[in-house]
């Protein structure tokens, strides 16, 4: 991968991060709760992640074959965490958009937990 790549796909990570955070925040009514609903169930009530990553991809041009590959290509060296909810008979570009929210998701867990462990630990409720 190019260091611009690499660059923008790490800026997109931040802004997905910080704008993440500040909306669990605002719904769970504080960092702790926010970080303890996160914990419990990504995709449950007051947290909703899948929703997340999918009007962030529209928002940010990667809902496209294109923006799934260049995902994939930053995060390759990580290991594929997925389920099997593919429909039979998807397109090769409908793998690639799971593969790339999925791996966007798991990812997105990680740095938002730590975000608000440091919110937690330097100033947060």
């Known amino acids: 991968m190019e260091p ?3 660059q923008y796909v790490d800026l997109l990570l931040a802004m997905a991060v910080e704008r993440f955070s500040e909306r669990i925040i605002q719904r769970n009514g504080g960092v702790a709760a926010a970080l303890d609903r996160l914990r419990a169930d990504p995709h449950g009530e007051g947290i909703s992640l899948g929703r997340f990553v999918d009007a962030f991809f529209r928002e940010a041009l990667l809902d ?3 923006g799934a590959c260049l995902i994939l290509r930053a995060m ?3 290991r594929w965490e997925g389920g099997d909810e593919l429909a039979p008979g998807s397109t090769v570009g409908d793998v690639l958009q799971y593969m790339a929210r999925r791996v966007f998701e798991v990812l997105l867990v990680k740095k938002t937990e730590e975000a608000l462990e440091r919110e937690l630990a330097f100033g947060g409720e």
């Open 4 to 6: 611009h790549e690499r």
């Open 64 to 66: 496209t074959p294109g």
């Open 76 to 78: 390759a060296d990580r």
